[in-house]
């Protein structure tokens, strides 16, 4: 009999659970202040909604037995731009919707086995506003969620920011045949890969110096002006990343632009996102996302125009946490007796403090002493003892 978990999954114990609980209601008060409404897409979907028109490797996608190809979701973007173009039609635009829940990916492990990952993820999407007043919107609802969690200078918190438009104007200049190969050299940042193109000398210069553009982003949008010249995606990523730097600078949020940055699935087409902090032991990557037009113009949506960001929940708490917190004395009140005469009236009192609102528990065995229901109290990280005696 197998007494562990399959690989990529946990057990979680009653404080883990418990500060996962407590930080999705932080993220989901903020989200509601801001006028998000909450949905639920299915944990199962076709697999030709996560492929999403070939935005998701369909090779992370856990498959399931069944009739009509199937999976779990590795992300939830998918199944929310599905709902939003088809059942949420009719309803007026910009939809404000979040959701919560675990994802599943597939990968293949150190060993060559393939394994499943499991993760709990809070996100919002919002649908139907193609301006940059979305994208402004998007990432101050992140600053404001950053706040609510917690999140201060100790975790020296990094918001990289990057555009899928960006990078298409850069590659514009290499020959159409190694375009694809440039992306995935200046993306992946391998100086290898891109040295071993057939380029003329000056293209694998430029495409050189784009791999180490990235930092401050007055900086590297100055300099991208000098590659570029003047233009309408400048002036409004600019406009964007100028919204927000007060609220970053407050929070001591480093924002960093990086022109080659790409998250992990191929989902978006203008801006990206990815918030970094400082782990116990390397940097954590607790959020993504970014904006995903032609995603929803696949599933037919009007107008087509998306973008959003979800939090990974365990990552956070174990970022906040250590290892998640210890029992302490904010649990519940512990109901103990006296001897097993009294065990009816510690019921009864135990009754009496929940129609109250006061959480508390039962002490099965008699107690001798008020010491000694204090010691199991304590042990049992309930915050005090009731003792009946006769």
């Given amino acids: 009999m197998a007494l562990q978990p399959a690989a990529g999954a946990r057990d979680l114990n009653p404080w883990e659970v418990d500060g996962n609980r407590r930080l999705r209601e ?23 909604t996560f492929a999403a028109g070939g935005a998701i490797d369909g090779r ?40 919560s829940g675990a994802t599943f990916r597939s990968f293949i492990g150190d060993s060559g086995s393939q394994r499943v990952q ?26 404001a969620c950053i706040e609510a969690l917690g999140l201060d200078e100790r975790h020296q918190s990094r918001l990289l920011l990057g555009h899928h438009g960006l990078l298409t104007t850069l590659l514009a200049r290499v020959p159409a045949e ?48 000098q590659l570029l010249g003047p233009s309408p995606l400048l002036r409004d990523l600019g406009a964007v990343i100028g919204s927000i730097a007060p609220m970053a600078e407050r929070l001591g949020v480093c924002l960093q632009l990086d022109p080659s940055f790409q998250p992990q699935f191929d989902l978006y087409d203008g801006l990206v996102l990815q918030l970094v902090c400082r782990g116990t032991e390397a940097p954590v990557a607790i959020a ?59 019921l009864d009192r135990l009754q009496q403090l929940h129609s109250e609102g006061t959480a508390a528990e039962l002490l ?3 107690c001798p002493s008020q010491a000694e229901a204090e010691r199991l109290a304590a042990s049992r990280g309930a915050r005090s003892a009731l003792w009946l005696a006769a």
């Fill in 178 to 225: 190694q375009r694809t190969a440039a992306r995935k050299a200046l993306t992946g940042f391998d100086p290898l890969a891109l040295a071993a193109l057939p380029l003329e000398a000056s293209d694998r210069q430029a495409l050189q110096q784009l791999m180490r553009l990235r930092g401050e982003p007055t900086a590297v949008l100055y300099q991208l002006e």
């Fill in 288 to 346: 993504s996302g970014g904006r995903y037009d032609a995603l929803v113009s696949r599933f037919g949506g009007s107008p087509a125009a998306g973008v959003g960001f979800s939090f990974q929940i365990e990552d956070i708490r174990e970022l906040l946490t250590g290892h998640g917190p210890e029992p302490s004395a904010g649990g519940p009140l512990l109901v103990a007796y006296a001897d097993a005469d009294l065990l009816s009236a510690a």
């Fill in 364 to 366: 099965s065995e008699p």
């Fill in 60 to 99: 992370e996608v856990v498959r399931l037995v069944s009739d009509e190809p199937l999976g779990l979701r590795p992300e939830m973007t998918a199944s929310i731009a599905r709902a939003a173009s088809t059942r949420l039609a009719g309803r007026p635009r910009p939809l404000r919707l979040w959701a």
């Fill in 118 to 143: 499991e993760q709990l993820q809070s996100g919002v999407e919002l649908l139907g506003v193609a301006a940059a007043a979305a994208d402004a919107e998007l990432l101050r609802l992140l600053l």
């Fill in 26 to 48: 932080r993220l989901a008060a903020v989200y509601r202040l801001w006028g998000y409404q909450e949905v639920a897409p299915p944990s199962i979907e076709r697999l030709e």
